[in-house]
């Protein structure tokens, strides 16, 4: 079992920043892969970012990331702590949701939310105008 736990949510202005952090616990990583979704309200869950943790056939730190927040979003992990960043930078009112970190046990980075089997409880980002 792995748990993941979220933090760093909050409320800011349009253009103001904020991230987030994803401790994970439990089962030890080899090959998984991190990743955070989001939800607005009345939409599907997405994905915004995910990263190779560590070794593997597609070499750590390979990330991949949603249209909308590219240049804008930076997802990073600290090995030693267990742990994956979502640095969120240029803040739009759209980017307002409930952001969920996620872990895959296998490779490579999928987009799909059923391709992740671990999941934490989430974190709120409200951007305000």
């Known amino acids: 079992q792995v748990q993941l736990v979220e933090s760093g949510g909050g409320l800011v202005q349009a253009g103001g920043s904020l991230r987030l952090s994803c401790a994970a616990s439990g089962r030890t990583f080899g090959r998984n892969v991190m990743g955070w979704f989001r939800q607005g309200p009345g939409v599907e869950r997405e994905l915004v970012a995910a990263i190779n943790w560590s070794g593997g056939n597609w070499g750590g730190g390979r990330t991949s990331y949603a249209d909308s927040v590219k240049g804008r979003f930076t997802i990073s992990r600290d090995n030693a702590k267990n742990t994956v960043y979502l640095q969120m930078n240029n803040l739009k009112v759209g980017d307002t949701a409930m952001y969920y970190c996620?872990?895959?046990?296998?490779?490579?980075?999928?987009?799909?939310?059923?391709?992740?089997?671990?999941w934490g409880q989430g974190t709120q980002v409200t951007v305000s105008s």
């Open positions: 996620a872990a895959r046990r296998d490779e490579p980075i999928v987009t799909r939310e059923s391709g992740y089997d671990y």
